[in-house]
């Protein structure tokens, strides 16, 4: 007898960012196949059933904002986790998509190299789907006429920074990238904070000989990003393109953020787990330990600051909840953290520090445990945004039948999970800490499935799915894009 279904879930509530109800789901050869009224499915058959047991069902996390296997650009050291260690992170924390970097260095010329390299990397050794973002650091004409190539080989999206001596670009070159990404339909995200700021209160702070990872904070102050984040959408404006700002801490940039979209204008911007629970107090610790929360950029002053983003992640301000895992080992002196420990400087140099936090597996977790968004909003946040800003909707970040891949996560019932204290030997990357140590959880995926897989079963084996991630083509953005479809002429100026 052949089966109906591969698997069914009965007895769930399935989240999507419309709406939330009870639905049975039968998965049909990787697809959502059926969404049904509870019990219209107990006559089907199918290989394995899971009782939900009124939990909240959730697209699988989409997350687009993700560090592996880079060279140094961020200081010294180079990132800890693997393409399989990450992705491995990843599906144990619910994540089933992410989208990593692939980063073009200064002294090359071209883009193609860069993303080739990156398929070597992760090909046949990830547990989740994936996809890259571009970053380019050097927008050379024959990086800018890749663009195209970019597009036919389902790269939709790019990154560019306006800080970092490795990777920072001018005014002049980031209008270059925003014209020819609006020319093919690329997304571009911008890491906005003023380099030339930083590099003054650097000095500044070097003057005094204060060295030691907390004054890592005072060397990237708010008006650093404030000024970026405005110039950023004033010169996307210009130009009448769609960007993302990316890993916004700041209730400053924020509110212009806000005012922006406010006037109607194409500007998306994402926020991370750092900036709604660690303050600049981590960085504050004894010894060298602050160096664990080093980050750009930083944790912000507290209770306030926290509100204020929680906020934005509510009234839309915020598209995405991203993790901006860019993880290093802390009691390393190689690649780790530790490496920027000398007899010169025997608690570190702030500005070597490398600069990241790990944070793929707890995304999920200490966002649904915070209960403080409700679960439309949550979901909205963590998967779908994403999946339809680069692209990926809604095979991605969405619930519907006969359209999207089954990837799903099954969450505890209310109540029923016992809360527990997050220590880093529970999670599964290859760091050797956590910045959530400690943390007070109440939630975790129960079953995060991949295509139609389980490939995490929290209470029997754990991880239990292969590295079986494939590369997803991407399309453009289905969110607003430019306001005209006249092509930009300098002459209208």
């Known amino acids: 007898m052949t089966e109906d279904y591969d698997l069914i879930i009965i007895n769930g509530v399935v989240a999507t960012p419309e709406s939330s109800q009870a639905l049975d789901i039968g998965i049909k050869d990787s697809k959502i196949k059926t969404l049904a009224a509870p019990g219209q499915l107990k006559d089907s058959t199918a290989k394995r059933t899971i009782d939900a047991q009124g939990a909240y069902v959730t697209p699988g996390g989409v997350d687009a904002h993700v560090h592996l296997e880079e060279p140094p650009l961020f200081g010294k050291g180079s990132s800890a986790d693997t393409y399989e260690t990450g992705s491995r992170s990843a599906i144990c924390g619910g994540t089933t998509t992410m989208i990593t970097f692939a980063p073009q260095q200064k002294s090359m010329d071209s883009l193609l190299s860069t993303l080739s390299t990156c398929h070597e990397k992760a090909d046949r050794k990830c ?42 670009l001018d005014d002049g070159q980031i209008l270059d990238v925003l014209l020819e990404a609006r020319k093919q339909g690329i997304t571009t995200m911008i890491h906005a904070e003023n380099g030339a700021v930083i590099d003054w209160m650097t000095k500044k702070l070097e003057e005094k000989q204060l060295f030691a990872p907390k004054w890592h904070v005072t060397s990237h102050p708010p008006v650093a990003e404030v000024e970026a984040t405005y110039r950023a959408i004033s010169l996307a404006e210009f130009l009448d393109v769609p960007i993302l700002i990316v890993h916004v801490s700041s209730p400053g940039a924020a509110k212009h953020i806000r005012e922006a979209q406010g006037r109607g204008l194409p500007v998306y911007a994402e926020t991370c787990p750092q900036y709604l629970f660690l303050t600049r107090k981590d960085l504050d610790r004894d010894g060298f330990e602050g160096a664990k929360y ?25 598209t995405v909840l991203s993790s901006d895992h860019c993880p290093f080992l802390y009691d390393d002196a190689v690649t780790g953290k530790k490496r920027c420990i000398s007899d010169d400087f025997p608690v570190g140099h702030f500005k070597y520090v ?23 909003k949550f979901v909205e946040v963590t998967s779908t945004n994403a999946a339809k800003l680069y692209g990926l909707y809604p095979r991605k970040g969405t619930i519907l039948e006969e359209v999207s891949d089954a990837d799903l996560v099954v969450w505890y019932p209310g109540g029923e999970m016992e809360s527990f204290e997050l220590k880093n030997e529970m999670l599964h990357h290859a760091v050797d800490h956590t910045p959530y140590e400690g943390r007070t959880l109440s939630q975790w995926p129960r ?9 995490w079963d929290r209470d029997n084996g754990g991880l239990i799915g292969g590295k079986d991630g494939v590369f997803l083509p991407r399309g453009p953005s289905s969110l607003k894009g430019s306001l005209s479809e006249r092509e930009w002429d300098v002459r209208d100026f």
């Open 294 to 318: 080093c980050c750009s950029p930083p944790p912000r002053e507290g209770e306030a600051d926290h509100e204020a983003i929680w906020r934005g992640l509510e009234d839309g301000t915020f």
């Open 354 to 376: 490398p600069n990241g936090l790990p944070g793929i597996e707890t995304r999920l977790p200490l966002a649904m445990s915070a209960s403080r968004l409700n679960i439309c």
């Open 447 to 455: 079953y995060t499935i991949l295509r139609g897989h389980v490939a």
């Open 127 to 168: 547990y989740v789907d994936y996809s890259f973002h571009l970053l380019v650091s050097n927008p050379s004409a024959t990086a800018l006429a890749e663009f195209a190539t970019l597009r036919e080989k389902g790269i939709s999206s790019l990154k560019i920074y306006m800080t970092y001596a490795a990777l920072q």
